[in-house]
């Protein structure tokens, strides 16, 4: 992750997942398992979701920024989910400051799975489909890496997994800090070069003598 502080606000960018990488063990509705969101499953999400939400710890008071107002972007790239965006937030941009950024969580809704049971070893929970419509910076808690509860929306109870992000160094960079160049030293004046002494006029009697000389 980076976060970088510019004069509209800290731009934070990264990687959020790696699809196809196999995680540390979850516990799911499957019970504990290995798990591995497969490649397009965030494309498919994306495309599908209507605006995405950054939120600060889980926090739905706390929106940091958003695709519909353009301040995130959220992608599946070649590498995996990235998410860039722009927040204002002055409690964030002070947790950057100080250090305290921990990293990113996501929710999965509805997701389609197939379970690989295996003979040694936990089962593979290969998930190839979604939802998504959050994505967390994690900042004043301990990121937990999986975690199951219930949601009721539209009368309708579901079933929402979050997951933390894949670990990533953070890199914090102020560009708002002035730097003050010192002023380089003033060259020296030139030292006029002294003007040509006059030649000697000649004295008056050497003028008449030549004078005389030229008319012999």
Not at 126 to 134: F, G, K, S, W
Not at 137 to 145: H, I, Q, S, T
């Amino acid at each position: 992750m980076r976060a970088e502080l510019r004069a509209d606000g800290l731009h934070i960018s990264g990687y959020v997942n790696v699809p196809g990488r196999q995680s540390r063990p979850v516990m799911t509705p499957h019970g504990r398992v290995i798990e591995i969101i497969e490649q397009r499953a965030f494309a498919k999400a994306i495309e599908r979701a209507g605006n995405i939400q950054m939120l600060l710890d889980h926090d739905h008071s706390r929106v940091l920024a958003e695709t519909d107002t353009g301040t995130l972007s959220v992608r599946e790239d070649a590498v995996g989910l990235r998410a860039e965006s722009v927040v204002t937030d002055p409690e964030v941009i002070d947790g950057a400051r100080a250090g305290k950024l921990k990293g990113w969580s996501f929710n999965i809704r509805n997701p389609k799975d197939v379970l690989e049971v295996r003979a040694e070893g936990l089962p593979i929970r290969h998930i190839t489909d979604l939802d998504m419509d959050e994505i967390t910076l994690v900042m004043n808690k301990v990121p937990v890496y999986s975690s199951t509860s219930i949601e009721v929306r539209a009368d309708t109870e579901e079933s929402v997994e979050c997951r933390a992000g894949d670990s990533e160094s953070i890199e914090f960079v102020d560009t708002t800090e002035q730097r003050t160049e010192p002023e380089p030293a003033p060259e020296p004046e030139p030292t006029p070069e002294p003007e040509p002494a006059p030649e000697p006029k000649p004295k008056y009697h050497e003028t008449y003598t030549n004078r005389i000389n030229a008319l012999k």
